[in-house]
């Protein structure tokens, strides 16, 4: 590398990348306390002590696509100043891209789900024999091609205990194909009508009619319908609904959300800021990131935050943090954890997708539990994010050598 490419190499922004894997652990976080949560019935042996550690953590996933939005467009600007790729159809950009994030991230979707065959099928259903372990394989076929999200999944309810979080990492994928597409086509018509006008839309229904950000209901022409064939709530298959699953609105609203900050950050960071206003930038980012944390490691009880408002948090820390101007934006860029916070964020996603397995795994190594001897949250969440590290950064090693393997220049 040349003096003049070191010169002008951009240094990784890693405020993100800190948000990324802060929302990662905590999603460990809940989820290993809805796993416990939903043994406490007593059917599988497993008590525990009541606790609201992390379950706010529900909430602020938006933050994964507000992230997933905003570097979409990252990567189309970039493409944009090569003449020949701005020559090429709009569908074989948004093809050559999607394949960019399907090599990335498939591999790391198979093995979360063959995580979750082995673990759950070995000791969240030990019963299971041959017969049912390969009629749960064959039937999840597009659940393992990264459909999961779009309603092509398994629809036993056993499947959704193996790791149903992988709804997410699909619904990336799918909305970033149509997304990229449009940008591909016509990006002013995209930014400037699109992404506003369906942003606004779909946080207004996202907060009218309260929906989780999860696959446990189908929206259809402004009808709602939950079910009971793997995704929770009334309906059955034979329910005559045309519509889509409401995880992949959520992920839809949450790109799109992150595509208009790619724009409006571009235009402010062509703005110098004062001292006093950078100084203003401090206390607002201070007191989100405050109430963010907050809310998601123990949710506050003495008054309430509606999910629209933690929504707003989310957008605030992750617009300041790419804008980069604040006092805790840089301190977070600071050249002691740069790497680290470099490196972690290189991983969120991993964690993401490899955690849910882990903690059954965790959950089940501590043997048959009674009522007398309930076990804590830390117990189990303590192990579950060390191994689940640990498994990532392996994982990221494997990817590195293999499908994400650079070509020598």
């Known amino acids: 590398m040349t003096k003049e490419n070191v010169a002008t190499k951009k240094t990784r922004n890693v405020a993100i990348e800190f948000w990324r894997v802060i929302i990662a652990l905590a999603i460990i976080g809940f989820h290993t306390g809805y796993i416990i949560a939903r043994s406490c019935d007593g059917s599988l042996g497993y008590f525990m002590e009541v606790t609201n550690w992390f379950f706010g953590s529900s909430e602020v996933l938006l933050i994964f696509t507000l992230t997933a939005g905003y570097f979409m467009v990252s990567h189309f600007k970039r493409r944009m100043k090569d003449k020949e790729y701005q020559e090429r159809s709009a569908s074989s950009r948004a093809w050559e891209y999607t394949w960019s994030r399907v090599k990335g991230l498939l591999p790391v979707l198979i093995l979360g789900y063959i995580l979750g065959v082995v673990i759950s099928t070995g000791f ?10 390969s009629s749960m394989i064959l039937n999840s076929m597009w659940e393992f ?4 999200s779009v309603g092509l999944r398994s629809v036993g309810n056993e499947f959704f205990n193996l790791n149903g979080t992988l709804w997410f990492i699909s619904a990336i994928i799918i909305c970033g194909y149509f997304l990229y597409w449009g940008l591909s086509k016509n990006e002013d018509f995209m930014s400037g ?22 696959q446990t209901a189908w929206s259809t022409f402004g009808f709602q319908t939950a079910s009971t064939n793997g995704m929770g709530g009334s309906a059955t298959n034979l329910t005559p609904t045309i519509g889509f699953n409401n995880g992949l609105l959520f992920v839809l609203l949450g790109m799109l959300g992150g595509m208009i900050l790619y724009y409006l950050i571009s235009k402010l960071k062509e703005k110098k800021f004062s001292g006093s206003a950078k100084a203003a930038l401090t206390v607002v980012n201070l007191a989100a990131a405050a109430l963010l944390i907050w809310y998601t490691v123990y949710p506050p009880t003495w008054f309430d935050l509606d999910r629209w408002t933690v929504s707003l948090l989310c957008i605030t820390v992750i617009a300041l943090s790419l804008l980069n101007v604040d006092g805790l934006s840089r301190l977070l860029n600071n050249k002691v954890t740069h790497k680290l916070f470099e490196y972690l964020g290189g991983i969120s996603l991993y964690i993401y997708m490899l955690h849910y397995p882990v903690a059954i795994f965790v959950l089940r190594l501590l043997g048959e539990n009674t009522a007398e001897t309930t076990y804590s949250f830390w117990l189990i ?6 191994i689940t590290i640990v498994l990532s950064i392996l994982t990221k090693m494997f990817m590195e050598a293999t499908f994400l393997k650079k070509k020598k220049a």
């Open 124 to 133: 969240y259903y030990p019963e299971y024999g041959v017969k049912e372990v």
């Open 145 to 148: 091609l990264g459909f999961h």
């Open 193 to 214: 009508i699109v992404a506003p006008f369906m942003f606004v839309f779909l946080s207004g229904w996202w907060c009218f009619t309260g929906t989780r950000a999860a």
């Open 381 to 386: 969440f303590i192990p579950t994010v060390i």
